[in-house]
């Protein structure tokens, strides 16, 4: 997809959309879900397309949203400083910064879960705060 340009060409909602359209399948299916959601679950959210790539923003990058051929990975750029009740974390769980959900075809995530963790990276961005909580004791 070519890059957007605000002025001239589509906004970088028309991106995602073309994207989601692109893939088709379960893969576009769960990627506009996970799509809603994400959208859903804090006023304020902004879609942006870095990196041939969507990405959701507020206070900063929250998530963005990749398809591979037998997943749709949603990576959270300070992850690692969420916290994650709901263990929905399923990959890049050995970082320092960031930490990922990886759907596969047939999965799906619980969807107040996954927005209490929407929510919760927000309110990290808004604090300016990204320091990982300490590992658990054994």
């Not at 994400?38 to 304020?44: C, D, R, S, T, V």
Request: hydrophobic share 45%.
């Amino acid at each position: 997809m070519p890059p957007s340009n605000p002025a001239t060409g589509p906004s970088p909602s028309d991106l995602i959309s073309q994207r989601i359209a692109e893939l088709g399948g379960w893969r576009g299916a769960t990627l506009g879900r996970m799509r809603q959601l994400i959208l859903a679950a804090e006023p304020g959210i902004v879609e942006a397309w870095k990196w041939a790539t969507p990405v959701w923003s507020c206070g900063g990058i929250l998530c963005t949203g990749e398809a591979y051929k037998d997943k749709v990975k949603l990576t959270f750029a300070k992850g690692a400083a969420l916290a994650d009740p709901a263990r929905l974390f399923n990959a890049s769980l050995e970082g320092h910064t960031r930490r990922a959900l990886d759907l596969r075809e047939g999965e799906t995530v619980d969807p107040a879960a996954f927005q209490a963790l929407v929510r919760a990276a927000v309110a990290l961005n808004r604090a300016g705060k990204a320091k990982a909580p300490a590992p658990p004791k054994a």
